[in-house]
């Protein structure tokens, strides 16, 4: 993990440092905070990666992954992006009715029954609390949309 | 004196409406459930549903925060109990005498002992609520601009050093923090700060974006990573209550309150320290230490009592000061913020009905929790058997579609999704995310204190220690900035000793 903190140090200390170079360019009073925020987040990266190249001189740690749990946090992040862009383009209550079981299934859960069941009532207590109860305007269902056009 | 029970005799009626009520029930039955599953906790609860409150009236939706705060406190004693796994981390000593007590076949007793105790301690953490923020909140009022700087800079500084093991950590926290405050329109200068050209940030970055990334996205991914399966055998109570003298329990929950109420006003320690700081002192006056750790009932209503004492504790420096003590008074702060309440001793003179009424909601939902806690008793054990894996992604779509709901925006989405993955990255790095969440908060105040202070003084920058209460503000700073040193000091005597002894 060591190895990880030392380049997001190197990188937050880059992204600091382009920050700061911003922020001394506004007028003088708007500059206050965040030259000073910025100025100090360079120190600290700094400090925090020459602790993380210590910590790794002294100790040679290496990085270990569980692969089981990799995929799955790798898993349910891309179907999350994935959910997100499908919630733009195909409808929230779409989205979501594919989402929940495809993601349960991906993640390794066999139960059919269980997700049948997940995904219905999370759908049902979804639509009770925006569609009835908050009047939300979600993102609209385009199958609907189409069902209707035709 | 007078003017505290003034306002809380008109804030009573305000706070028994039937709506408020039920948001209390359903937000503590839903901290209860969300306290007893592994992974998440009463910060995640209260975030996940901060966009779902926007349309709530505030003192409805700061009854169902207190609702959900108070019950995960305590729903995470029964995975401890059961299961030798803290559902929060304030469950952590609970383990120590609750899981020996379930494997003696004692389960329901001590179930039955850490609903007590916690309905208990919260109630006497929120008495202590009531009865110490407001002539906090009279003091600072009489606060200049210099120590309204100061008093955010200390916050700000203790949070960032003590919540971490390593204090640059914890300050890195704080500026990504501050930076995030700096974003958008300055209001003073009408200047643009870091908008990247976006319309949408132009009012800046909004606080839930931030909740929600920070604490709801985080424990999802874990979820699904660390796809815990518990089964139905591993969840057995028995019916059999045994005969216990609740009595004897008495100077127990006395002692431990104490304990939570303190532990709960320093910032960043927080209900787990709490918990082990009574049970140690349990085990100390105990005429037979021994049984400690073994099943005795009194380390389990020790460590739940102090756990649930410390909750409404901590929001003494919030409310008045406008300084949370640990992450989840930091997003109950950003609740308050949602609602367009500002913490701080203006609170309570500004908005005393809600203020008021917010502290006798914790001091109610104490007492929900007590009655909801023994009869939902088994849905809430069965609860644990809610798969993981499936629970992950219902996290993430709710989250997304309460971010969405608040202004219709998927850009709102991303930008959560953003901060999601920095704060679950943060998580993996043991850098806490509180600060972070504090220093959005404080930091404007800090900033706009800090120019009142130079526009009074006529841009003369010694004006900011000329004041007693400043100067005792800065020795603070300074001291917090020194634990650190403090704290290696005593690591390394520890580590010597038993060589001496040897």
């Known amino acids: 993990m060591k190895i990880v903190e030392l380049a997001t140090a190197l990188v937050l200390l880059a992204l600091a440092g382009l920050g700061l170079v911003d922020a001394v360019g506004f007028p003088r009073a708007s500059a206050y905070l965040p030259v000073a925020v910025l100025g100090l987040t360079c120190a600290l990266s700094f400090a925090w990666a020459a602790q993380s190249a210590l910590a790794i001189r002294r100790e040679r740690p290496t990085l270990r992954l569980d692969p089981a749990e990799t995929r799955r946090l790798v898993t349910l992040a891309m179907l999350s992006l994935l959910y997100a862009l499908g919630m733009e383009a195909i409808g929230f209550f779409t989205s979501t009715i594919l989402f929940i079981p495809l993601a349960g299934l991906a993640l390794g859960y066999r139960s059919w029954r269980g997700l049948a069941i997940a995904t219905v009532g999370f759908i049902a207590v979804l639509y009770a609390v925006f569609g009835l109860l908050l009047q939300t305007p979600l993102p609209g269902e385009r199958m609907l949309e189409l069902i209707g056009g035709a | ?502």
């Open chain 2, 1 to 502: 004196m007078s003017d505290i029970l003034q306002h809380i005799i008109s804030a009573i009626p305000l706070v028994l409406q039937p709506e408020v009520i039920l948001f209390m029930v359903i937000g503590t039955a839903v901290g209860i459930a969300i306290g007893a599953l592994p992974g998440l906790s009463a910060t995640m609860g209260i975030a996940v549903l901060i966009p779902l409150t926007f349309v709530m009236q505030p003192l409805t939706a700061l009854g169902m925060i207190a609702g959900i705060y108070n019950g995960a406190m305590y729903g995470g004693a029964i995975p401890a109990i059961l299961l030798r796994i803290p559902g929060t981390p304030a469950g952590i000593a609970t383990v120590f005498d609750g899981y020996p007590m379930a494997q003696q076949g004692r389960a329901r007793s001590a179930l039955d002992i850490s609903l007590a105790s916690s309905a208990l301690g919260s109630g006497v953490s929120a008495l202590a609520l009531l009865l110490l923020a407001p002539p906090l909140a009279a003091i600072s009022l009489s606060f200049g601009p210099s120590e309204y700087f100061w008093l955010a800079v200390f916050g700000l500084t203790s949070i960032s050093v003590l919540l971490s093991d390593n204090p640059v950590k914890g300050l890195l926290s704080a500026c990504f923090g501050l930076w995030i405050g700096s974003i958008g329109i300055d209001t003073i200068t009408g200047n643009e700060r870091f908008t990247f050209g976006q319309m949408e940030l132009l009012d800046g970055l909004d606080i839930v974006m931030l909740l929600t990334g920070l604490y709801a996205i985080p424990p999802a991914l874990e979820l699904a990573e660390k796809a815990l399966v518990i089964h139905r055998e591993q969840l057995t109570v028995g019916n059999e209550t045994e005969k216990f003298r609740w009595r004897s329990l008495i100077p127990t929950w006395i002692r431990s309150s104490i304990i939570g109420i303190i532990v709960g006003i320093i910032p960043a320690l927080g209900g787990n320290v709490a918990a082990i700081l009574a049970w140690n002192e349990q085990r100390r006056v105990d005429r037979n230490p021994e049984r400690f750790g073994k099943g005795a009932p009194e380390g389990v209503a020790a460590a739940e009592c102090a756990n649930n004492a410390d909750t409404a504790a901590t929001l003494i420096p919030a409310l008045t000061l406008g300084i949370p003590g640990n992450a989840v008074s930091a997003v109950i702060l950003g609740a308050l913020l949602v609602h367009g309440l500002r913490p701080g001793p203006q609170l309570f003179r500004d908005n005393a009905d809600i203020t008021y009424g917010f502290m006798l909601a914790m001091l109610i939902t104490a007492v929900l929790m007590f009655v909801i806690g023994r009869l939902g008793a088994r849905i809430f054990i069965n609860v644990l058997r809610l798969p993981a894996l499936v629970l992950a992604p219902m996290i993430v779509a709710l989250t997304v579609v309460g971010v969405y709901s608040i202004n219709n925006s998927m850009f709102d989405v991303w930008l959560m999704l953003g901060l999601g993955a920095i704060g679950y990255g943060m998580d993996k790095m043991s850098i806490p995310s509180a600060p972070a969440v504090l220093a959005v908060i404080l930091g404007p105040m800090a900033e706009a204190e800090f120019r009142r202070a130079l526009l009074i003084s006529g841009g003369d920058i010694g004006f900011l220690f000329g004041r007693p209460i400043s100067m005792v503000l800065i020795a603070l700073v300074l001291l917090v900035l020194l634990v650190p040193l403090f704290r290696r000091l005593f690591r390394r005597r520890a580590k010597e000793m038993p060589s001496a002894a040897a």
